[in-house]
């Protein structure tokens, strides 16, 4: 992408009635710089560009401004919830589903997890790429991250590399509820944690 500042550059100068010289010598560039980047012949190093920045008292949101995105948001309402049921009592609702792998970066997964009395989720024989993050809700869970277990009661926080084996299970009388996190996702509806 090339990103076109000489535009703007050029207006604020000649608004505050500045030649390039006096431009130039305020930057600490050449002369030929300014009126190369003014007319988009040269796209300025970050440097360069703070350097004319501060020269012209420009800020920097405004020379910015036109790079601004709409961002992707997804809005899942609580009676939309994608929902998949695991045997053992496990019910998962999907909150969110963001593969940002294709644009080259992390993407996410997240749900609100209902584990009945005795059940458990998770694996004792794999983990898998990436990262959890969990908050109990509701009830009582132990969790298991490879050879360690952990007691977590409501209000308490987990988070940890998910490329051990590791398993939730609900520890309590009543029903274990949880809000988890996964990144990057594993694309499958209730195969986290």
């Not at 992408?1 to 100068?13: D, L, N, P, Q, T």
């Not at 004319?52 to 405004?62: C, F, H, P, S």
């Not at 809005?75 to 644009?103: C, I, K």
């Not at 983990?127 to 277990?149: C, N, P, Q, R, S």
């Amino acid at each position: 992408m090339h990103y076109r500042f000489g535009e703007k550059i050029r207006a604020v100068r000649e608004r505050r009635s500045l030649t390039l010289k006096e431009v130039a010598d305020r930057a600490g560039v050449s002369e030929s710089l300014v009126s190369q980047i003014e007319r988009n012949r040269v796209s300025p190093a970050i440097d360069t560009l703070l350097s004319l920045a501060e020269a012209l008292d420009i800020d920097l949101e405004y020379l910015f401004s036109d790079f601004r995105r709409e961002r992707a948001v997804q809005v899942v309402h609580s009676n939309e919830r994608p929902t998949f049921t695991r045997p053992g009592g496990v019910l998962y609702e999907r909150l969110a589903q963001l593969d940002a792998a294709s644009q080259g970066q992390e993407g996410i997964e997240a749900y609100y997890i209902t584990i009945e009395k005795n059940g458990k989720t998770g694996g004792r024989e794999y983990g898998h790429t990436g990262w959890e993050l969990g908050v109990v809700v509701e009830g009582t869970a132990e969790l298991t991250v490879g050879t360690k277990t952990y007691r977590l009661n409501p209000g308490d926080s987990v988070s940890f590399r998910s490329d051990a084996p590791h398993v939730l299970a609900n520890d309590g009388d009543g029903p274990l509820k949880v809000f988890w996190i996964i990144t990057p996702p594993k694309g499958e509806i209730g195969s986290g944690v």
